[in-house]
Structure formats: C-alpha cells, structure tokens
C-alpha cells in the first residue's frame, strides 16, 4: 500500500517563473494539506483541500493556489516565484479529521 | 494565533543516555500534540500521538506527556542509540474551526555519539 508520493522529488526554477508540485494521498484518504518548510524551521501550513475545495488557509499570499481532483490527488502552484519561496514542500494526507500522514515533499530551488 | 516553541534547538548526547526534549504552546485549546521525527531531507514520520484528554503516550523507548493547563509537552527517549539522531518536531492541532490545521514548533536537532 504506497503511502503519499510526491513530485518531483527536487526541482530548480528562477526568479519570477511558475511552479506545480503534485501529491498522490494514501490509498482511502480524501483529504490533503500543503506545508512549507524552510531550512531550519519548522513546516508552515498552507492549505489543505477536502472535496475539492479549499478548506482552511493559512497565512499564505495568493500567489500559492492549489487544486484537489476527484480522485483526491492535488496541487500545488506558485506563480512570480521570489527567492523566499525555497523550501521543501510537504504534502500530507488524512480521512477528514483524521491525523495526516506526510510524503517525503518537494524540494524547491530558486535561483 | 497558536505558537510553538522546542528547546533545546539542537543536543548531542552519548549514546545510551536518556533525555528529554520540551514542546510549549500557547493556546491550551488543542485537539491534540503529535511528535515527529524528520530525516535530514525527508517528511515527516509521525511518532506519538495524544489526544486533549490524555496525559500520556507511550511507544517503546520513546514516551510523550501532555499537560494542557501549562501548555507543555515532553518526549522522554530512554537508551538513547546513534540510530535517534534526527530532528524531532512538535506540532499541535486546533479544535473544529481550524479543522486538521497543525501548528510546528521549529523541531530540535538530536545527535547520538558512540
């Protein structure tokens, strides 16, 4: 049974581009949430989709939007990439309510 | 606004030594605290989790308490081994309104020596 995957595993964008990263839940999960972890920190929590619709937000600019499909994976795009926006991107899974199980996230350069 | 804080940031320890790691949270109005070990690169691996209404967890060598009136957690690792040594990370869920919301500590880095 494969837990949560994630894509890519790294990636190197520049300044001002556009990205999406992708997240596959765990079998029978129906709810994802995003978080961004900068070097040393601890993950920050984005927002997390339940029947394809955004739920809950955190303190996020707009330029972080997401996307869930039917069948429960997501996305996760960032337009007008700053250098700040390096991070590794985690995406987690749950039942709604349930405790979240993380992927191994994405690791995002920006140059 | 929940805020997490862990302390020590970062501990070196012997191998075979116990210790303990410190979790504190602000808002004491928490569905429950997990702790999770993090590898250099990797997500997260959940460790133990305890609910409001507990007071403990425990998990082979490793036992978290929770007392919500003093916002603290703590993990206690008993016989530490070299195979700990990871970045271990507190986080505490809001109640329904904030839904499955976490909120991290910034995580403390463990290193077991031979």
């Known amino acids: 049974d494969a837990g949560v995957t994630q894509s890519p595993t790294h990636l190197i964008k520049t300044r001002g581009q556009q990205v999406t990263l992708r997240c596959s839940p765990k079998s029978g999960h129906d709810t994802v949430s995003w978080y961004q972890q900068a070097l040393g920190q601890g993950p920050q929590f984005i927002f997390q989709y339940y029947e394809e619709e955004e739920r809950q937000r955190g303190n996020f600019p707009d330029r972080f939007s997401g996307h869930q499909y039917p069948n429960y994976s997501s996305e996760l795009n960032v337009n007008a990439l700053l250098l700040g926006d390096s991070a590794l991107y985690l995406c987690?899974?749950?039942?709604?309510?349930?405790?979240?199980?993380f992927g191994d996230g994405t690791r995002l350069s920006i140059l | 606004k929940q805020e997490v804080t862990q302390i020590p940031a970062a501990l070196s320890v012997p191998e075979g030594e116990n210790l303990v790691l410190n979790c504190s949270f602000t808002?004491?109005?928490?569905?429950?605290l997990q702790w999770f070990r993090q590898d250099p690169g990797k997500g997260l691996t959940s460790l133990l989790l305890?609910?409001?209404?507990?007071r403990e967890q425990t998990s082979g060598r490793l036992n978290a308490s929770l007392d919500k009136s003093s916002g603290r957690s703590t993990l206690y690792i008993a016989a530490s081994q070299p195979g700990d040594s990871a970045t271990y990370l507190c986080?505490?869920?809001?109640?329904?309104?904030?839904?499955?919301?976490?909120?991290f500590g910034t995580g403390t880095r463990l290193q077991v020596t031979l």
């Open positions: 986080a505490a869920r809001g109640l329904s309104g904030t839904a499955s919301k976490l909120t």
């Open positions: 987690a899974s749950s039942l709604w309510g349930q405790p979240q199980h």
């Open positions: 808002d004491s109005a928490i569905y429950n």
């Open positions: 305890i609910q409001s209404s507990q």
